[in-house]
Structure formats: C-alpha cells, structure tokens
C-alpha cells in the first residue's frame, strides 16, 4: 500500500532562520511521483514541485530546496532565510505513474514564522 | 485565467438535506478529482474522472455521487448529509500525460457544515 508520512506536525521558527520539513513515503512501484504543495491561511493549494523516482537530483528553486533520497525513502523540504509568508501548511504527496495520478496526501506540517 | 473553479465556498447543510458541489476547469484537463481535507489531516481521495463519462471512487466514496458529462465539469453530491461529511472539499485536474504524473491544479475549496 502506499503512504506518506509527515511526522512533523507544527514548526514554529523566527524568521530568516533556516527550515526543514520531512517527508518519508512508502511504495512498491518503480515509478512513482512525489508532490509538495504550500496551503496558505487563505486556504488554496499551490503546487510547489513534482519529482519522478528516476531523479534523484537535488532541486534549488530561489530559497527552497528538495533532498531526494530512495534510498531512505524520503523527499525533504527545505526553506533557507525563512520568511513570514512562508506561514502555511505544506503536504507531501504521492502518485504512481500507473494509475491516474491520484494523490496519497501526507498529513502536512504546520509551519509558522515568526518577525 | 480561471483555472479550476468550486462553488459554493461555504454553505451549512442540515442533517438529511442534499446538495451539489459544482466545479469546473477551463484547462482542458482530461483527469479531474474531489478530495476532502478533514481537521488536522491530510487531503483523502473521494471520487475522480480519467474523462467525459468515466467515474470512479477513491478512498472515501461512501454518501457522495459525481457524474462527468462533459470534460469541462465534475459536480459531487451528497444524498442525505451527515454530520461526518463537514469537511472542506476540495476538486482538482489535472493533464493527461501518459505514464508522467503531472501537477494537479486545485479549485479554492468549499467549507460545508452539517449541523
């Protein structure tokens, strides 16, 4: 069965401090795709980055950056120089390449930033 | 660009009452969704569409109908809402790409109440 697991439920840091946010997952496919997505107070999803099982290259997009590693089954989330608008919940996601492309959800991490 | 759009975005239900939660997408997506986001928890599958006459039922399919007639719209109904159905609703698309999951696209979600 597949599975992602946040086991971070809140964060709280002050800004420009550095943050990062886990991301274990569980599946028996080959291929398969892995999702973050920021929930702002306002409530929308926004999508942030999708990675396929064949890439396990590290991924730097402005202050956030994706850690990849099979090997340990994880898919990590950092926000370097935090900053207040970085406030939201982030869930981790998971689809296989082979069935439509519905999302198992983590449970998101909460994460709050304080001035 | 509208993207993908729900309504209502509140609405408070009695017990045994009915509704339809509509959503549309103007993307041209072939794969559209109806997830649930329940307190403290992550987004949970309810029914999804790979295309114009063709539904079928995710993870929490039970007091929930959906019907794609066109490719366009995917309204969900409840028969007879419950209070274990107050949750905020959340429908989604996405591209058809084959066997490369692509990003979904989130509608801005619809809080129901059932009291």
């Known amino acids: 069965a597949q599975k992602v697991t946040q086991a971070q439920t809140e964060i709280s840091v002050v800004e420009k401090e550095d943050v990062t946010l886990d991301c274990v997952y569980e599946?028996?496919?080959?291929?398969?795709?892995l999702f973050w997505y920021k929930q702002p107070p306002s409530g929308e999803l926004v999508f942030l980055i999708r990675?396929?099982?064949?890439?396990?290259q590290n991924e730097i997009s402005g202050r956030y950056s994706w850690n990849f590693q099979k090997s340990t089954s994880s898919f990590n989330f950092t926000i370097t120089a935090s900053q207040v608008v970085d406030s939201a919940v982030y869930f981790c996601a998971l689809s296989d390449a082979y069935n439509t492309d519905k999302l198992i959800f983590g449970t998101g991490t909460r994460l709050q930033v304080f001035p | 660009n509208a993207g993908v759009t729900q309504t209502p975005k509140f609405r408070i239900l009695k017990i045994g009452q009915s509704m339809t939660l509509q959503c549309t997408q103007d993307?041209?997506?072939?794969?559209m969704y109806w997830y649930r986001q329940d307190p403290g928890m992550g987004l949970k599958l309810i029914y999804y569409?790979?295309?114009?006459?063709?539904?079928d039922k995710g993870e929490v399919p039970n007091g929930y109908n959906v019907s794609r007639s066109t490719t366009e719209d995917f309204p969900l109904r409840l028969e007879l809402a419950a209070p274990s159905q107050t949750s905020v609703y959340f429908c989604?698309?996405?591209?058809?790409?084959?066997?490369?999951?692509?990003?979904?696209?989130f509608g801005q979600g619809t809080r129901l109440t059932v009291v």
């Open positions: 569409s790979v295309g114009a006459g063709i539904t």
């Open positions: 993307m041209n997506h072939n794969y």
């Open positions: 989604a698309s996405s591209e058809d790409r084959g066997r490369r999951s692509a990003e979904a696209f």
């Open positions: 599946t028996r496919d080959t291929t398969y795709y």
């Open positions: 990675r396929n099982s064949f890439d396990e």
